[in-house]
């Protein structure tokens, strides 16, 4: 199986993440790294690949910086990386970004067939969870999406979901594109001589020419969204705390419900 | 000049959610809903106290549970309504389906907006959102003719119309071809408890891993509110709640009226998810821990205490209040 993987390098959760004056994510590379739930993805593609002796090839859209997230792809295993980077690419919408990533993999499934795209449910910066969705549009390919048990059946993915409070499985045949879920798997921990060889290891670096693309189909100018305002919100004014040490906190946080309306849709 | 048309989409059952989006659609035009199951008689008489004149029905079968099909019945209902507006409901199958129907319409997508407005002076259709964990508040424009648009449960109030419609519900065509390859093996809905769903409920009550397993108490409190239950992932992966009952980055994001977390610590993944509610409670036996420093109102001590005091005290209120 040739198993391409979309990662996304995502500003940490723990940091002060920001949108600039054009209403875009602030990124720097000390406190920014790839996408967590992408592990689960590049794990679920080494897992496809090695079970029938594949290949792994990540693929990741993004500024200079974003190359991180590759090396740590990297490091787990896959076995090439492709950057599609350049100053065309900023600002992209969902639309603009799945464009491209499809782009992508047309480009490396012109090289060799490309049986399987695979990516996190949900980037943890835009929480979107489409592209997955768009890109399977794009390709003109069945998905299987946000999946918690991912199975290879010949040449057949089954995947099984549980959403909405259902629970589904679903078969696809290849060539298709699945999102994994961060249940799905215990994505493997990376050695440090497999650290240090990914940082020297050679990247792909494509434009948006190299992958047949105008300039206005990507980035800004491919979007149809635009941010038009972006304010940080005031610092939360600390809570009302009250403690239970003499038995009243029960009695106190209904009193807190019922004073405050909050005791509503009650039966 | 004619009003303009706004679709909204019934995935599932014409419950809240659905009236909220008709709500809003109702703020930019005239709303028509497509539904992807048949109408009862309750579901059209909601839909006309909503003041929806006009229903299409898209019978597929099972197959309306693939995301490329349901966005083919989308797009093809936003073409025969002429709507340049399409509002669903959101939820990950929701952001699946929309995102397939904006491919279909050459759309511009706004995922979970909490408020949708037409700007007179350029045409187009702005939605708000907060994001990054509900500490930054921004406002996005779709620049293009077709926009679609998920909405956020419980932002806008559902209200009845001026005039109440009757509603017509007619048959919508689609073709319900899976694509090539895909076949649904299997689908189990999972009993509910009850209680209602938690991506929707105006109140949930969550218990984390100081529950140790015992769901008792959280449960007793969810329901004298009517609330919805929920979790963190780790009470999920202990084999506690089942997985669609996790609130975080890696599932559901809430935003309800009101969010009671008990035995919750508040890690940054958990903390995704639902920031944006509208009063956050905390119940833990650690004054430190996160959650209780994000909350409006926290009580320190053991839940398993504290929970059933509360469900008690607020049961006797309402006893009270209808015996008076
Ligand atoms: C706070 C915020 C809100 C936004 N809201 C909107 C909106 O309403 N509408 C809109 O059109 N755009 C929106 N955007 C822009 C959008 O997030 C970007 O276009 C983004 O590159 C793709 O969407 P996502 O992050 O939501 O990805 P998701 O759909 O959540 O990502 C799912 C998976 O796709 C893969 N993937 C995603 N992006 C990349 C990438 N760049 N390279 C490789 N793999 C990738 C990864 O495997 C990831 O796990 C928003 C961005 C931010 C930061
Ligand atoms: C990629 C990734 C994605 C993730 N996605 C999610 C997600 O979507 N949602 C999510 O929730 N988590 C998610 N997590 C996990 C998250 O990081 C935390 O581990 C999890 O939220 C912690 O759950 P908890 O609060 O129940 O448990 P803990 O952090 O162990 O907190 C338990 C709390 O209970 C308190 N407590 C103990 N006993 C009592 C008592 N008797 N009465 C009152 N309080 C008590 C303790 O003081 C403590 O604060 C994710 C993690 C990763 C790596």
Redesign the interface.
Known sequence: MRVVVLVKHVPE??SQ???GED?RTVRTSDDSALNE?DENAVEAALQLAGSSEGEVIAVTLGPSIAVDALRRTLAMGASRAVHATGDAFAGG???ATARALAAAVRHLDGEAPVDVVLTG??A??G????I???V???L????L??V?ELTLEGQ?L?GRR?????????????P?VVSV???ANDPRLPKMKDLLAARAAEITVLTHTDLGLADEEVGAAG???????????PE?P????????D?E??????????D?D?????? | MTARQVLVVAL?DVRGPVLEAVTLARTLGTPTVLSLQPLAEPDLHALGTAGVERALVAELGDAR?A??VA?RAVATAAEVTGAHRVLLPT???A??V???A???L???????VASLAEDGDTDQV?GGK???????????????PVAVATVRANAVVATPADRAASTAAEPLQVDAT?????????????P?AGR??L?E???VVLGGRGTEGDFAAVEELA?????AVGTT?DC??EGWQ???AQVG??GV?IAP??YIGAGISGA??HH?GMQASG?I???NVD?DAPL???????????LQ??????????RE??DQSRGS
Do not use: M
């Open positions: 959760l723990l993440r920001a949108l209403g739930v919408d969902v639309v449910l949900a943890l910066d929480l979107g969870s489409v997955p969705s768009l399977a549009a794009e003109g390919w069945p998905q999406t946000v918690e057949t089954v549980e959403l909405d409070g259902a629970t589904e499985r679903w078969r696809a045949a290849t298709a879920t961060d249940s979007s149809r969204t635009r941010v038009v305002e972006a304010a940080q919100r939360h600390g809570p009302e705390i009250v403690t239970d040490d038995g906190g029960g009695v106190l946080l209904a009193r807190y419900l019922l405050n909050l005791v509503g849709g009650a039966r | 599932g549970h995301a490329a966005g939820s990950f199958v952001k699946e929309a995102a397939h904006a491919w279909l050459d759309a511009g997508l706004l995922l979970d702005v907060r994001v990054f964990a509900g500490t930054w508040e921004t406002r996005c424009a779709v620049t293009c899976l694509p090539r390859g895909l076949e649904l093996l299997e689908r189990e809905v999972r509910t209602p769903a991506a409920a105006a109140t329901d004298v509110l009517g609330a992932r999920v992966d089942p997985h669609d980055q890696t994001t009226r009101l940054p993944h995704g009063t409670v905390a119940v004054p209780v420093q994000i909350a409006d109102f926290a009580v320190i001590g053991d205490e504290i929970l059933p005091a509360a469900a008690a005290a607020i209120h309402l």
